[in-house]
């Protein structure tokens, strides 16, 4: 697995990926001084280690200007969970902020600027979005095509889409699709403290960089940005574990290896001829 990749020549902003001060924002915004915040926090941080999410949450906002549009699919309650003052951050930056879900919870959110409770397949909009985001969403779409070339329908030429998702052979997914549905949530609010409204059903068929470069492709996109997020957090609940976690990880990164459990998050751009 090579760890990213970017194309330059790209119409809209000149940079994609965030770069190791962007994730120093973040990380000091979401959990405040590194000296004296929590410990798994503090622990991450002396050994240079950056969630997923936090990857995830320092490329949006490198990607987010006072003249953004953006279309967040699947956000629910949240836009970043567990970093709130992002999301009001990059809420009162950008233009225009929809939120598009099906479920009852996007009510619940209090960042979007405009509340769409239907599917990305149905929704429509009188504007074009500059950057759509789908934070943890794409492992739950069963029809991968028909959300895409819903997205190009949506996407402006030289807009952008950021996809945050579980890989499909980490070892959780794995274990995820074999283990009932009705477990799901009893074994995540044991591990992860997570609620049950925001434990779905997955279909993990867009969830490989391959899987997405060409779903994205055969729509008008190609991929601006990719990169493998390591995800440590398995065991994060416990000092003892997640010291296991980050020293493997350290190990594993000295030789060129990532960590067994990692997360995928890729940009696409729409071209200009699509």
Not at 141 to 147: E, G, S
Request: proline content about 6%.
């Amino acid at each position: 697995m090579k760890t990213e990749s970017a194309q330059t020549g790209s119409p809209a902003s000149t940079r994609i990926g965030p770069e190791h001060a962007d994730l120093d924002e973040v990380f000091r915004l979401k959990y405040g001084d590194p000296a004296t915040t929590g410990w798994s926090p503090r622990m991450r941080y002396e050994r240079g280690y950056f969630t997923p999410e936090d990857h995830y949450e320092a490329l949006v906002s490198t990607l987010v200007t006072e003249s953004t549009t953006w279309l967040d699919v699947g956000c629910g309650r949240f836009l970043f969970p567990g970093n709130e003052a992002l999301a009001r951050k990059l809420s009162g930056r950008c233009s225009h902020l929809t939120g598009v879900d099906p479920d009852a919870t996007i009510l619940e959110n209090p960042y979007v600027h405009e509340k769409a409770q239907e599917t990305i397949d149905a929704y429509r909009a009188d504007r074009g979005f500059d950057l759509v985001t789908l934070r943890m969403v794409a492992e739950h779409l069963t029809d991968p095509d028909a959300a895409v070339a819903s997205l190009q329908r949506l996407v402006v030429p030289g807009g952008r889409v950021v996809v945050y998702t579980v890989y499909k052979w980490s070892p959780i997914p794995l274990l995820t699709r074999i283990t009932p549905f009705g477990l799901h949530h009893p074994i995540k609010r044991l591990v992860w403290g997570t609620e049950e409204k925001d434990t779905f059903p997955v279909a993990n068929r867009m969830n490989t960089r391959g899987d997405l470069r060409e779903v994205f492709g055969r729509h008008g996109f190609r991929e601006a940005w990719f990169r493998y997020a390591d995800d440590c957090r398995t065991f994060a609940g416990w000092r003892a574990t997640q010291w296991i976690e980050l020293a493997c990880w350290r190990v594993l990164r000295a030789v060129g290896l990532h960590y067994p459990e990692v997360c995928l998050l890729g940009v696409y751009e729409r071209r200009s001829d699509s």
